[in-house]
């Protein structure tokens, strides 16, 4: 993993293991967020900010943090980056605070931060885990933005608040609401899936390579451990 | 290649049925049922049932045409989607949103998951359900209203008699209410052999004892419940599509029975004034588990030592 360059490391995140449409994870705030574009864009800003400083602060740290302890760690230092990105956005950003309200708490617990934490900045240099964080943070947002542009545009007729005029008649409301969510989602899974086939994780075998939470798992005793590499 | 020389695993008898003469089967038997939708509401429900076989068949061509697949409109199994997914809407519904029905049928349930035979669920059930949650509160308010297109009459104070209800001259669906053309199109299709009794009569009785009971032992009031809704069109065409139900005996009873429970609970003891679609898309899920259950021994082989 260390032996890729800069530029792979940063365009890894965006594409090829985005980490909503290929690795699944973060789905909490993908489902809740993307029902305006200004909430997703929001969202994956602010998800961008923490992963980019913590996944730097944990590469810093990543030779005094003890292995036993290493998960509360990551949430202690996660969670200092989350207060201070949500107390700007209070203060500076009152009404995109509003939209977002709990999972801006939440960003906390999001799988792609506490994910990239463990499989990448802990075993990574600062540089490496800088970029890896920035790319996972764009890769995010593009894919929130992607979602709530579908979700959007059809479900309530506008984007980013600009009302679309001659779709006004022609609302499906049911994309700004859960089910829609849910459903847009799986159909982009399904679309990355044949546009990246061949570069995206083969989901088809049960090796690790095949396994979307591959690059995370760390259970030592596996027997198909390793086969990822 | 000369059928001489194809090798096939067995069966080798060919019943000389086929997907496609199945399916008009199946069309012939909505006849009656789309026949009197049109004549209790008039040429906008002709309209409606056009466009959604219209575009059910468009859809499906479209979809195989991008992806490179074998034309597969041919089996009729698009316009049959598309003609149940009318008979289950309205007549005063706007058509685009009938269009986006029969895309959401096509495309998303059937053409995505492998087309015919690999869809999860049944296509115009979940176009169905998809419409009602989509829609919701645009499909009563876009038209006017007239005096027989209106809300179903399970959500009405006073039901109609049972005349009424019996020969549809009432408010619901274009195909749901004519209870007299549903049972024609299903003795039709029991004639045919092309379903067999277990689903549609199960499932009418579990609904029956059902609402007997809860309606305090009221045979009348219970058949009247029964003879409204979509319970008749859902036993009859939309719970025995052999994709998505269970094909043993008894796989079915179960089948129908969970549907007939599920659609009562969810009338009576649920937000939504109909529950039929609700009850056929969760049996459907279940559905392999079911055949997985009720699976038949081989002959001449013996379970599993354990």
Redesign the interface.
Known sequence: MNKKNNLSVLLNGIIKENPTLVLILGTCPTLATTNTVDGAFGMGIAALCVLLCSNIFISLLRKIIPDSMRIPCYIVIIAGFVTIVKLLIQAFLPSLYATLGVYLDLITVNCIILGRAEMFANKSPVVKSALDGLGMGIGFTLSLCAMATIREVFGAASFAGIAIPFMQN??????T?A??GL?VYG?LI?LIYVITKGKAPAKTSFSCQGCPNAATCTIETCSKKGENA | MSSLTKLTISPHIHSGRSTAGIMRDVIIALLPVSVAGVLIFGLRALAVIAVCVISCVGFEALFNLITKKDQTIGDFSAVLTGLLLALNLPANIPL?QCV?GALFAII?VKC?FGGIGHNLVNPAITARV?ML??????AVAAFPVDTVAGATPLSAEKMPTLITLFLGNYGGAIGETCTLALIIGGVYLLVRKVITWHIPVVFILTVFVFSFFYKGFDAVSALSLVMSGGLFIGAIFMATDYVTSPATAWGKVIFAVGAGVLTCLIRYYGTYPEGVSFAILFMNILTPYISKWTKHKVFGTQEAVK
């Open positions: 022609y609302k499906i409301e049911f994309f609401k089910p829609g459903l159909l399904a | 685009w986006i998303v995505l998809f949650v989509a829609f919701g509160s645009m």
